[in-house]
């Protein structure tokens, strides 16, 4: 795991350095160095599950509210046909935005959930 987590660290310090341009830079650079703090401090062994789940709890529900928003993921995929989001770097057009941003929360939201069921696997090993 200390490997995965230190790719994921990587990952996402570069992701939140991309958000220079981004319309929205000041919500996305401490989402993507949240997750990479968290990653940087489970690949050192150290397990915060109550901060995990509260980052979790939180980017389910951002994502959630992706989903659902216009022009987010359900606008994408019904009205817009699931047209390539990845053709182009530039988000030209506002559901190609929100569809990534959504995506990005769930990548995150699986390394958490990943990383809180190893530590808590870890933890009662440890325990015992």
Not at 3 to 26: E, K, M, S, T
Not at 59 to 79: E, Q, S
Request: glycine residues 6%; aromatic residues 20%; charged residues 15%.
């Amino acid at each position: 795991m200390k490997i995965f987590n230190l790719i994921f660290c990587f990952i996402f310090i570069v992701f939140g350095a991309l958000q220079y341009n981004d319309p929205d830079p000041y919500l996305w650079i401490p989402i993507y160095l949240f997750a990479a703090f968290l990653c940087w401090k489970a690949s050192k062994g150290a397990f915060h599950p109550k901060v995990t789940i509260v980052g979790i709890a939180f980017f389910t529900g951002y994502a959630i509210y992706k989903i659902f928003d216009p022009n987010g993921l359900i606008d994408w995929v019904n009205i817009h046909h699931a047209e390539n989001i990845a053709e182009t770097m530039k988000a030209e057009k506002p559901w190609v935005e929100e569809s990534r941003e959504f995506f990005g929360l769930i990548i995150i939201i699986s390394v958490l959930v990943t990383n809180y069921f190893y530590g808590k696997k870890v933890g009662s090993a440890e325990s015992v």
